[in-house]
């Protein structure tokens, strides 16, 4: 006891053992431990560090924050975000490993108010993740059962105008909802038609800035001449034509919301770099500028590009990518989630029917057609076609043949029949095969050409004839 009392050390003899200890604690640590000095020099990563992410030691030790992030071999640092706020910065993370993990930053301030080095924990939850999600997707399928637009429709369920009955688009609603609460970047992926837009108010209406302002800008609408300054606002006198006053940019009027920026891959590759630095500083600099304008800001992007092939084209930054690959979510084409297209069918049907005042329903055909053909244009598409159906249809019933829908017939069971309900198949058969032997007959004038246009024999066709029509 009293050698603890005679020097500094405490239950250790000297400085060597003290570290040592040090070392071993680190080194047996669960979670990760990554530190590095008060320049972002990294000087210490444990085997847990190793493991979640990826990284080796020899990859990490000795090199700056600023050339790992510079040179992809991290997506995003919380080290340099905690030195630049000053304050411990918490993110959520998934490497390349497949593990997702909490990272936590804080940084070490000496006296005089400098940071000596930032110490890090990234904890392994990707059980915890999987757990939760398969929690939250067993609560979504059983919210469906509470849930009934029509008998048609499948339980539905209905959140913030997206439809899902289908497995594939419970699971991407699932996910949305797991990251909206989640202050990260999201990219929204999909064909033309999907939904993003949809999923990216879900999104915004789930998070913890719900109540700032939601930012709109589809990218490949803006002028290239005009997108910085739309992006990022300019200062008095900048060009000719400016607002003597200058003009904020959108991502200041932004500022501690969410901007959603649709068709991401459109966005000029000079425009690129300086998004990079909003998502790395969280700062923008106007035209004409000389200091940055500190913002904070949600990310969500969308597009409906192959982005590894723009990556891989140099159309689209590597670097940018990555950063905005934090939390992707993939929307599935219409063709790929069958299930939802008779209740969006039904949706649309209710909606229109209200806006013009009809009384209209879709035959079973019809619906057959609807859910046998492949969509390109996806949900969008639906929506069109059930609206000019109503349109086009004289009767209160929208049949298959007021469906402007070029569907392959092999893929159509029923053709351009009429379904309907019967208690005499047979009876049924034979009225549909009267129909088709009396058009031949009219369009042919002579029973042998007749016949062989519907691949019978000429006695047969006469046969049945005769029978069907004294019955």
Same mark, same amino acid.
């Given at each position: 006891?009293?050698?603890?009392?005679?020097?500094?050390?405490?239950?250790?003899?000297?400085?060597?053992?003290?570290?040592?200890?040090?070392?071993?604690?680190?080194?047996?640590?669960?979670?990760?431990?990554?530190?590095?000095?008060?320049?972002?020099?990294?000087?210490?990563?444990?085997?847990?560090?190793?493991?979640?992410?990826?990284?080796?030691?020899?990859?990490?030790?000795?090199?700056?924050?600023?050339?790992?992030?510079?040179?992809?071999?991290?997506?995003?640092?919380?080290?340099?975000?905690?030195?630049?706020?000053?304050?411990?910065?918490?993110?959520?993370?998934?490497?390349?490993?497949?593990?997702?993990?909490?990272?936590?930053?804080?940084?070490?301030?000496?006296?005089?108010?400098?940071?000596?080095?930032?110490?890090?924990?990234?904890?392994?939850?990707?059980?915890?993740?999987?757990?939760?999600?398969?929690?939250?997707?067993?609560?979504?399928?059983?919210?469906?059962?509470?849930?009934?637009?029509?008998?048609?429709?499948?339980?539905?369920?209905?959140?913030?105008?997206?439809?899902?009955?289908?497995?594939?688009?419970?699971?991407?609603?699932?996910?949305?909802?797991?990251?909206?609460?989640?202050?990260?970047?999201?990219?929204?992926?999909?064909?033309?038609?999907?939904?993003?837009?949809?999923?990216?108010?879900?999104?915004?209406?789930?998070?913890?800035?719900?109540?700032?302002?939601?930012?709109?800008?589809?990218?490949?609408?803006?002028?290239?001449?005009?997108?910085?300054?739309?992006?990022?606002?300019?200062?008095?006198?900048?060009?000719?034509?400016?607002?003597?006053?200058?003009?904020?940019?959108?991502?200041?009027?932004?500022?501690?919301?969410?901007?959603?920026?649709?068709?991401?891959?459109?966005?000029?590759?000079?425009?690129?770099?300086?998004?990079?630095?909003?998502?790395?500083?969280?700062?923008?600099?106007?035209?004409?500028?000389?200091?940055?304008?500190?913002?904070?800001?949600?990310?969500?992007?969308?597009?409906?590009?192959?982005?590894?092939?723009?990556?891989?084209?140099?159309?689209?930054?590597?670097?940018?990518?990555?950063?905005?690959?934090?939390?992707?979510?993939?929307?599935?084409?219409?063709?790929?989630?069958?299930?939802?297209?008779?209740?969006?069918?039904? =949706?649309? !049907? +209710?909606?229109? #029917?209200?806006? &013009? *005042?009809?009384?209209?329903?879709?035959?079973?055909?019809? @619906?057959? %057609? $609807?859910?046998?053909?492949?969509?390109?244009?996806?949900?969008?598409?639906?929506?069109?076609?059930?609206?000019?159906?109503?349109?086009?249809?004289?009767?209160?019933?929208?049949?298959?043949?007021?469906?402007? =829908?070029? !569907? +392959?017939?092999? #893929?159509?069971? &029923? *053709?351009?029949?009429?379904?309907?309900?019967?208690?005499? @198949?047979? %009876? $049924?058969?034979?009225?549909?095969?009267?129909?088709?032997?009396?058009?031949?007959?009219?369009?042919?004038?002579?029973?042998?050409?007749?016949?062989?246009?519907?691949?019978?024999?000429?006695?047969?066709?006469?046969?049945?004839?005769?029978?069907?029509?004294?019955?």
């Amino acid at each position: 006891m009293k050698k603890n009392d005679t020097n500094n050390f405490g239950i250790f003899n000297n400085l060597q053992e003290a570290n040592d200890r040090l070392d071993a604690i680190i080194e047996n640590s669960f979670d990760g431990i990554y530190i590095t000095d008060g320049n972002a020099n990294t000087i210490k990563a444990n085997k847990s560090y190793e493991m979640i992410t990826g990284l080796k030691k020899e990859e990490v030790i000795g090199k700056n924050m600023l050339d790992l992030v510079k040179n992809n071999v991290i997506s995003v640092s919380g080290s340099l975000l905690a030195m630049q706020k000053k304050k411990p910065i918490t993110l959520q993370q998934e490497f390349k490993t497949g593990k997702k993990a909490l990272i936590t930053s804080s940084p070490v301030i000496d006296d005089n108010g400098n940071i000596i080095m930032v110490v890090t924990n990234v904890r392994d939850l990707t059980e915890i993740y999987n757990l939760k999600e398969e929690i939250g997707r067993k609560q979504i399928i059983d919210t469906n059962k509470e849930h009934k637009l029509s008998p048609i429709n499948n339980n539905p369920t209905i959140v913030d105008d997206i439809i899902c009955v289908d497995k594939k688009s419970i699971e991407a609603l699932n996910i949305a909802d797991k990251v909206a609460g989640l202050d990260t970047t999201v990219m929204l992926l999909g064909e033309t038609g999907v939904g993003k837009e949809l999923f990216a108010n879900h999104i915004y209406k789930n998070s913890n800035r719900k109540d700032k302002p939601f930012i709109k800008i589809n990218c490949g609408a803006i002028s290239p001449n005009l997108v910085e300054s739309e992006l990022f606002g300019y200062e008095k006198g900048s060009f000719t034509g400016a607002n003597k006053n200058g003009k904020a940019g959108l991502f200041e009027v932004a500022d501690k919301g969410t901007i959603f920026l649709d068709e991401i891959g459109e966005l000029p590759l000079d425009m690129q770099v300086k998004l990079l630095r909003v998502l790395q500083e969280q700062e923008i600099e106007r035209i004409g500028g000389t200091k940055p304008i500190k913002i904070d800001v949600r990310i969500i992007a969308a597009t409906n590009a192959d982005m590894e092939d723009m990556v891989e084209n140099k159309l689209f930054r590597k670097d940018l990518y990555y950063r905005l690959m934090v939390f992707p979510i993939y929307i599935p084409s219409l063709r790929e989630r069958k299930e939802d297209i008779i209740p969006l069918t039904n =949706l649309f !049907i +209710n909606n229109f #029917n209200d806006k &013009y *005042g009809f009384n209209k329903k879709f035959s079973e055909s019809a @619906l057959s %057609k $609807l859910k046998n053909y492949d969509w390109p244009g996806n949900i969008r598409e639906l929506r069109n076609i059930v609206e000019r159906g109503l349109i086009i249809s004289n009767t209160e019933r929208v049949n298959s043949k007021d469906l402007p =829908l070029n !569907i +392959n017939p092999k #893929n159509n069971p &029923y *053709g351009d029949i009429e379904l309907k309900e019967t208690n005499d @198949l047979k %009876k $049924l058969v034979e009225s549909i095969e009267l129909k088709y032997i009396n058009e031949a007959y009219k369009k042919y004038k002579n029973v042998r050409d007749a016949a062989a246009s519907l691949n019978m024999d000429p006695s047969t066709f006469v046969r049945k004839r005769k029978r069907y029509t004294k019955k």
